[in-house]
């Protein structure tokens, strides 16, 4: 199935509700009787819960297209120089604005530009923080700490306070559709494709990624990246990934 085939009614939906909702507020703001704003105050909420919908609706499509140009080596990297600290702190601002309940703070180091896909990236640190603000349902702090390694390439650990994770699944988190079979990992919304998606990206660009936790409270989730991957050119040319064996 063409990516276009799948995105463009869902593109469609989402433009749609978007007018509909700037024209369903107007009306509220100049309704003459309260019974008319109040009507019009529910119909806004149905569908800006519709939105919210689509709109994840439209991240689960783009995460199993990912999937799949993942598993047929269609995956394309264009290699730039990118600061991950400036990345992280873009990412986490942003992320920032869609939690009132936890704290995002960065901690970086000046040396911390590698050889790399900036959108790939920062489609992995995205990962990695809502990864953490899902399984925080309490709240709480959460730090991205940047830091360059010795060998010239550049660390980056999540740390949060949620609910931990047990050390049999350390490694199990980045399979394909790997959902918890604990009750409280359970609960959070999700169908196992982010991390996984985050491994891939990670380990095409000649890297690691793995998790930490004590069990019960808090996990850290570290990714590494090179100076400069293998077999990276410059200036930015799509570079198709081998595919998977």
Known sequence: IASHELKTPITAMSGFLQVALR???RLGEGAGSAPVAEGLRG???QLEVVYRQTTKLARLVDELLDVSRIQT???EFRYGDVDIGELANEVATRMQLTTTT???SVTRDSASVVTAD???LEQVLNNLLTNAIKYSPGGGTITIDVRPE???GVRVSVTDEGIGIPEKELDAIFGLFYRSPDRAARDAAGMGLGLYIS???VVR???RIWAESGGTKGSRLNVTIPRVPVGATKPDVAQPSAARR
């Open 43 to 45: 119909i806004t909420e």
């Open 73 to 75: 080596g269609r995956i």
């Open 23 to 25: 024209r369903v507020r």
């Open 150 to 152: 010795d060998d010239g």
């Open 205 to 207: 660009h000649g890297g």
């Open 118 to 120: 900036r959108d790939h």
């Open 102 to 104: 936890h704290s995002i």
């Open 199 to 201: 491994k891939e990206i």
